[in-house]
């Protein structure tokens, strides 16, 4: 079983950033894969980034430019830079072990004036 926990939503202004933190827990040695997914409402939950223990990075077209995907074997990061409204969502952590998906509770982001 893996725990996900994210951490760093919150309200921004257009144009503002924000660092989102997730840290898995469990009975890991390595995760292949971990990434970040984000649902607005609405609308189906879409791949932001993600990144392969080797460091091989993925972004969504919405993203490519402002946002970086970073991790520390068990921990990844979302930094996102010059944010909009439309990247207002649910941000959800999201690892692939043995197979299986695992999904973080979710941190809201909210880009408004």
């Known amino acids: 079983q893996v725990q996900l926990v994210e951490s760093g939503g919150g309200l921004v202004q257009p144009g503002g950033s924000l660092r989102l933190s997730c840290v898995a827990s469990?009975?890991?040695?390595?995760?292949?894969?971990m990434g970040w997914y984000r649902q607005a409402p609405g609308k189906q939950r879409e791949l932001v980034a993600r990144?392969?223990?080797?460091?091989i990075t993925v972004y969504a077209e919405s993203g490519k430019g402002r946002f970086t995907i970073s991790r520390d074997r068990i921990k990844v990061y979302l930094q996102m830079n010059s944010l909009k409204p439309e990247d207002t969502a649910v941000y959800y952590c999201?690892?692939?072990?043995?197979?299986?998906?695992?999904w973080g509770q979710g941190t809201q982001v909210t880009v408004s004036s």
């Open positions: 469990g009975s890991i040695f390595s995760i292949p894969v």
């Open positions: 999201n690892c692939i072990l043995d197979g299986t998906d695992y």
């Open positions: 990144i392969s223990s080797g460091g």
